[in-house]
């Protein structure tokens, strides 16, 4: 089993993190549906895993042909957690959404000789960024429309509808519970347990 921590680059007061514990067993693809599921994302968009961000090797996502063309993608689905990550401390990128381009920084705090075959999500804090909402530019704007306490804007309304969300939401920068992100957890490892 291995434990990591999770955060979300450049995105401040609160920090949005998880700690995410799953099998070494995994496949990056898997992990990848993990980390979707502990913080709240969609899967809607392009993920890849990779040491130091963009093109890094090993370049680790879905392969496609434009890709093959441009640099060696690692396949996600073939690469397994434990063959790359062995060493507590090990540093790796995860980028979401190749438009809004959200980077994660991953970091293996603990290796356990324990056997397991789920993921569960230990600690976390702040609210997962909404899907399609423009980056850290677009969240940083999203936070300031939304700040706990003060009255809704027009424009505030105007992205609820846009979102989606239910009249009377407001979205909240530092929401997080940690029993609804280990029931998207545990759904995700079902699925993940299915297509085995």
């Not at 961000?53 to 957690?81: A, C, H």
């Not at 324990?114 to 969240?139: D, K």
């Not at 979205?171 to 940690?178: G, R």
Request: hydrophobic share 40%.
């Amino acid at each position: 089993m291995l434990q990591f921590k999770i955060s979300l680059r450049n995105i401040g007061r609160p920090r949005v993190w998880r700690v995410v514990v799953t099998p070494n067993t995994f496949s990056f693809h898997s992990f990848h549906c993990i980390i979707q599921a502990a913080f709240g994302w969609e899967n809607r968009h392009l993920y890849a895993f990779s040491p130091s961000g963009w093109y890094s090797l090993p370049f680790i996502s879905q392969p496609s042909r434009e890709d093959l063309r441009t640099v060696s993608v690692v396949d996600s689905r073939k690469t397994i957690l434990g063959d790359i990550f062995t060493n507590e401390g090990q540093r790796f990128k995860y980028i979401y959404d190749f438009g809004d381009e959200w980077m994660h920084d991953l970091t293996l705090e603990y290796v356990f000789n324990a056997p397991g075959h789920l993921a569960y999500c230990i600690n976390g804090r702040g609210a997962c960024p909404p899907e399609n909402s423009g980056g850290v530019i677009g969240y940083k704007e999203l936070k300031a429309l939304f700040t706990p306490g003060q009255p809704l804007t027009k424009e505030a309304r105007d992205i609820r509808r846009l979102f989606g969300w239910a009249k009377g939401y407001c979205w909240n920068a530092n929401w997080f519970n940690l029993d609804e992100a280990n029931l998207r957890v545990i759904k995700a490892c079902r699925e993940i347990l299915l297509q085995a």
